[in-house]
């Protein structure tokens, strides 16, 4: 059995809904107000079993774990409770995915042998690292890559939180790059009025380097690389600078600013989330660009479907035990394969053309 705690939010709702499809284990979703939620969604699942599971209690968690062979973690804020979640899990043998992060995974990483945890295993991070190593796959060798990704939603108070506690973490550098096989502080500028490919609307990039993005650079042993957050809309880039250093003094105001921000932006648009990776390298001794593009219908709907894929390739033991980030897993094909068939990833492709060539193609074609 599969059990998906948070199974009926913005995030596990989708989860849940990828996961019945595939319909290879039972299913069992959770939370804090289980009446309510099972009264709104019980008829989209009529086949599962709803139970109840609330972070702040640990008997519940141990009772909703009873009987369930992998555990998919979609309740938030998860920088502050998924941890102590997958100590639980660990604890009873019992293989865990978990779409956030949280500071306490670094304290269990490794010396598991035959239960696997992994954690940052949604659209940022996660698909985020994963992505540029399953494109890397099909050159010899890569020097340099750039990094997009860029989404349009609004934010629920749990994933605002969860953002801007990534934001503000001890290993993202704003401005920063990767230059000359190491991280290069105030390289880049933030860029408003940018253009990019199969973006409706011109949009400000946020250029960043995290400890996820650092890993891929040196998985692939890139000479430069640059990674950027596109952010589309008006409201978010007037306050995400303040609401970053407010987080650390008033979270809940912080929090509650950037959900008006995101909502506000969002409002009578179509949301959307888009990813585009460009690798530049060597395939049989002759320099190639190619870029991978993902588009998805939502924020929240990549997300559930990368937490989901990653939990089928885990269950049908594509990805061996330990305690890791999605980014890190050693074959990546699995996840992407079964990421691939979900119906909210709208286009997946990898194009023999940098991002510039695209701009110009796309358009043309307007």
Same mark, same amino acid.
């Given at each position: ?10 995030? /596990? !709702?989708? @989860?849940?809904?990828? &996961?019945?499809?595939?319909?290879? #284990?039972? *299913?069992?979703?959770?939370?804090? %107000? ?85 954690? /940052? !295993?949604? @659209?940022?991070?996660? &698909?985020?690292?994963?992505?540029? #190593?399953? *494109?890397?796959?099909?050159?010899? %060798? ?225």
């Amino acid at each position: 059995m599969i059990g998906v705690i948070g199974g009926y939010g913005d995030v /596990g !709702a989708q @989860a849940s809904r990828f &996961l019945l499809e595939w319909g290879k #284990r039972p *299913l069992r979703i959770g939370g804090r %107000s289980l009446e309510a939620a099972k009264a709104g969604l019980g008829d989209l699942f009529p086949q599962a079993e709803w139970r109840r599971a609330d972070l702040e209690d640990t008997r519940s968690l141990e009772s909703f774990m009873d009987g369930c062979e992998l555990i998919i973690n979609c309740a938030g804020p998860s920088w502050r409770s998924s941890a102590r979640v997958a100590e639980l899990a660990l604890s009873r043998g019992c293989h865990l995915v978990d779409a956030g992060m949280d500071p306490g995974f670094e304290r269990l990483r490794g010396g598991y042998r035959h239960t696997a945890v992994l954690y /940052g !295993a949604g @659209a940022t991070p996660g &698909l985020s690292g994963l992505l540029p #190593r399953w *494109l890397a796959r099909s050159f010899d %060798s890569v020097q340099t890559m750039s990094y997009y990704s860029g989404a349009l939603g609004r934010f629920t108070a749990s994933a605002a939180e969860d953002y801007l506690a990534g934001a503000t973490g001890k290993d993202n550098e704003a401005l920063t790059a990767w230059r000359d096989g190491g991280r290069r502080p105030a390289a880049l500028s933030r860029k408003p009025g940018t253009t990019l490919p199969f973006f409706a609307r011109e949009v400000t990039l946020y250029p960043y380097l995290d400890g996820e993005a650092e890993f891929v650079a040196e998985a692939l042993s890139l000479r430069d690389g640059e990674w950027h957050i596109a952010i589309d809309g008006e409201r978010v880039p007037l306050v995400l600078e303040e609401v970053s250093a407010q987080f650390l003094t008033d979270r809940d105001s912080a929090v509650k600013r950037l959900c008006t921000a995101t909502e506000l932006d969002s409002a009578g648009r179509q949301p959307y989330f888009n990813m585009l990776v460009q690798l530049e390298g060597l395939v049989r001794g002759e320099n190639i660009t190619r870029t991978s593009v993902l588009r998805a219908e939502s924020p929240a709907a990549l997300t559930g479907a990368v937490v989901a894929a990653a939990g089928m390739a885990l269950a049908e033991g594509a990805i061996g035990p330990g305690v890791r980030p999605l980014a890190e897993i050693p074959e990546p094909d699995a996840v992407m394969k079964a990421l691939s068939r979900m119906p909210a990833v709208c286009d997946l492709k990898v194009l023999e053309q940098s991002v510039n060539e695209l701009l110009q193609n796309v358009e043309g074609e307007l």
